[in-house]
């Protein structure tokens, strides 16, 4: 129904704010005009100014013993062809002093979004993102410590790396050519540097890209149900994987790693809602993870799944 809603929306030229969780079983459409009336705040700024801050998160990760054996899951569906290559995640506990509002006013990050006091997330990714008729999508898949010898060489040469990426990129192309025509790869593996608090990563993305049929605005929310799960942190084939996701993560992602996007009356820009802390009982839980290959190291998986906790 709110994939409707937001069909009539865009068809109508009214800018609204679209949040989905991961499964796009919950999604949230509200206007800007009564966005006032909720407890939301959301930034989408491809040239935000930085703000230093030192405030670093305690975090007390699952073992690497009891990760192993999810990780040791994921390699025998590989074998049995069932996956290709799969986000695995995992939800770990973590202490601020910091309310949410706090945590997201902090936050170094292209895409912001706090919801109400249940969740916040300030992530370096992209979705997908429409203007003039364009839908683009940039797939992020590759993370090395910046602090490492030569580090841009070696992630870039890295063949694990490289098979990661170009499932992702081949996902991506074939999702997009499901809504668009003329989908290509504009750029293949561009290098971008992130702030991860204690430390700086370098992640890898590609740039793809396809054209709209005119109106597109009219469609705009079948687009985005045909789109969703976003590939890049699911995986491929995507619907078998999905039933694995949920069988081998043994918590619930709920809007971990779902999208959410700002319709401005004529175009559309969206992120994937990744590097993100969700309010507990007593604590905050970071949700993290990434990308499983038959190439993959436990190791190594579980040593990016936490370096990925951290406030921008």
């Not at 993370?143 to 990129?169: F, P, R």
């Not at 989908?183 to 430390?199: C, L, P």
């Not at 491929?236 to 809007?255: D, M």
Request: with cysteine; aromatic share 10%; proline share 3%.
């Amino acid at each position: 129904m709110n994939f409707e809603k937001v069909n009539t929306l865009a068809k109508e030229g009214i800018a609204f704010l679209f949040i989905s969780d991961f499964k796009a079983e919950h999604i949230e459409v509200i206007p800007l005009d009564v966005l006032h009336e909720h407890d939301i705040e959301y930034c989408i700024s491809q040239e935000y100014i930085y703000k230093e801050h030192k405030h670093v998160l305690k975090k007390s990760p699952l073992d690497f013993f009891t990760y192993k054996k999810k990780f040791d899951v994921v390699i025998e569906k590989i074998k049995a062809g069932e996956t290709y290559i799969l986000n695995l995640t995992q939800a770990t506990p973590i202490k601020s002093a910091l309310s949410l509002g706090e945590i997201y006013n902090l936050a170094n990050a292209h895409y912001k979004l706090r919801y109400k006091d249940e969740f916040v997330c300030f992530s370096p990714e992209k979705f997908v993102q429409i203007k003039d008729n364009m839908i683009h999508t940039f797939p992020m898949k590759g993370t090395i410590d910046a602090s490492i010898k030569n580090a841009k060489e070696k992630i870039l040469a890295n063949e694990k790396e490289m098979a990661e990426h170009v499932m992702i990129v081949d996902l991506l192309r074939n999702d997009l050519s499901i809504v668009a025509k003329d989908v290509k790869v504009e750029k293949f593996r561009y290098v971008q540097k992130i702030n991860a608090g204690e430390k700086e990563l370098l992640q890898v993305s590609s740039h793809i890209s396809g054209v709209l049929q005119e109106a597109w605005q009219e469609n705009l929310g079948d687009i985005l149900k045909a789109l969703l799960p976003a590939g890049s942190i699911s995986g491929a084939p995507k619907r078998s994987t999905l039933g694995i996701i949920e069988n081998v993560e043994s918590y619930e992602r709920k809007f971990f790693s779902g999208v959410f996007g700002l319709f401005d009356g004529k175009n559309f820009d969206s992120g994937v809602m990744i590097r993100f802390i969700e309010k507990a009982k007593d604590t905050y839980i970071y949700k993290s993870g990434g990308g499983i290959t038959l190439d993959s190291d436990a190791s190594l998986e579980y040593q990016e799944l936490l370096d990925k906790i951290y406030l921008p």
